[in-house]
């Protein structure tokens, strides 16, 4: 499945999924033998359709493929490409594990979060940037790293950082 693109519907709190996303989330349940396989590109669908994996919808999802709404829960927060509350248009993932902070990656999270306005965990007002800082994203020998979508960036720094905000502006 691919990435959610721009301009995704926001689901307003306290609402559930759509009867054509649960429709589309039946018909991948259809395609395991394990009703349990299909969580991920059920959890894909509902953050597709309301930007971030919604309370309501982890709860609509565990009672469809027969698991708790705490497992589902669990699911989501382990996984860095769901997200449990509103995003901005563009996340920027700064990894900081071990490689990435020993090549810079501490500095250059104070460096977005000066030129965004904002502190990582958060959202700019306008809604284009969430900042967050994740666990290895697997890109050691090219740190320090970011992704952004589904592109990984590499090699960075403040300027190339800066360069790389500006054209998602």
């Given amino acids: 499945m691919s990435a959610p ?6 689901a307003p709190a ?3 999924l759509s009867d ?3 429709r589309r989330i039946d018909e991948a ?21 309301q930007g971030y ?11 469809r493929i027969g698991v708790s709404p705490a497992f589902v829960a669990g699911v989501v927060s382990f996984y860095t490409m769901y997200h449990t509350a509103p995003v901005g248009r563009h996340v920027v993932d700064v990894c900081t594990t071990v ?20 502190k990582a965990g ?11 800082t994740v666990e290895c994203l697997g890109s050691c020998g090219t740190a320090p790293m970011c992704q952004i979508g589904d592109d990984y960036h590499e090699d960075l720094t403040p300027e190339t950082m800066d360069r790389l905000l500006e054209t998602l502006r």
């Fill in 99 to 118: 490689s990435c902070w020993l090549r810079g990656s501490d500095e250059l999270v104070r460096h977005i979060e000066g030129r965004l306005g904002i």
């Fill in 14 to 16: 306290g609402k559930g």
């Fill in 20 to 22: 054509e996303t649960l």
């Fill in 5 to 10: 693109k721009v301009g995704i519907r926001l």
């Fill in 53 to 63: 994996c919604s309370t309501e919808a982890q709860e609509q999802i565990a009672a």
């Fill in 29 to 49: 349940i259809a395609r395991y033998p394990v009703k349990q396989s299909a969580l991920l590109p059920a959890l894909w669908l509902a953050q597709q359709e």
């Fill in 122 to 132: 958060q959202t700019t007002p306008d809604g284009r940037f969430t900042l967050r």
